[in-house]
């Protein structure tokens, strides 16, 4: 399992996420920057992805929607701001409704993921600050940790 810490700071608006994956950085970037390989790893199993737009460059946007497993679908996107292959991009994550346009009563983070080489892994943290702590708390009141744990962890089963 390559996520090694999840934590959360109700103070700093923060959730933190740390994971070791038994592969080069360029690997794990190349997940996050081909839309089929991002489907594979971005909804945890019961939630899989359709990334619908993929823009990963400063000022792209990513679209999404998860489906359940009811049909149900749950929609999201990235408002992409600063990308610095293969080392770390960070973006505006949010809710969405069904044409992707911003759901105002959800909340919305910024987002940083860095990628570092670390003895022939890649060592990946990914950092979430949210603009209330009512939103941290929401997101944590859904179930993020444990979906966010099961998403990453199929990172190892595609890279290897």
Excluded at 15 to 26: C, R
Aim: glycine content about 8%; hydrophobic content about 35%.
């Amino acid at each position: 399992m390559p996520v090694t810490d999840i934590s959360h700071d109700l103070d700093a608006l923060t959730l933190t996420i740390t994971a070791q994956f038994a592969a080069p950085v360029q690997r794990i970037w190349d997940i996050y920057a081909d839309p089929r390989q991002l489907e594979k790893v971005w909804g945890p199993p019961e939630y899989p992805a359709t990334v619908v737009d993929h823009d990963l460059s400063p000022g792209g946007r990513v679209t999404y929607y998860m489906t359940g497993p009811e049909g149900d679908h749950v929609y999201g996107y990235w408002n992409v701001l600063t990308v610095e292959e293969p080392s770390s991009f960070s973006y505006e994550d949010g809710f969405a409704d069904e044409s992707f346009a911003p759901n105002p009563e959800m909340p919305t983070s910024t987002c940083v993921s860095t990628f570092t080489e670390q003895d022939g892994t890649t060592l990946a943290r990914y950092v979430t600050t949210f603009g209330t702590r009512e939103g941290l708390q929401t997101v944590l009141d859904m179930g993020v940790e444990e979906g966010s744990r099961s998403a990453i962890d199929q990172i190892d089963s595609l890279v290897a």
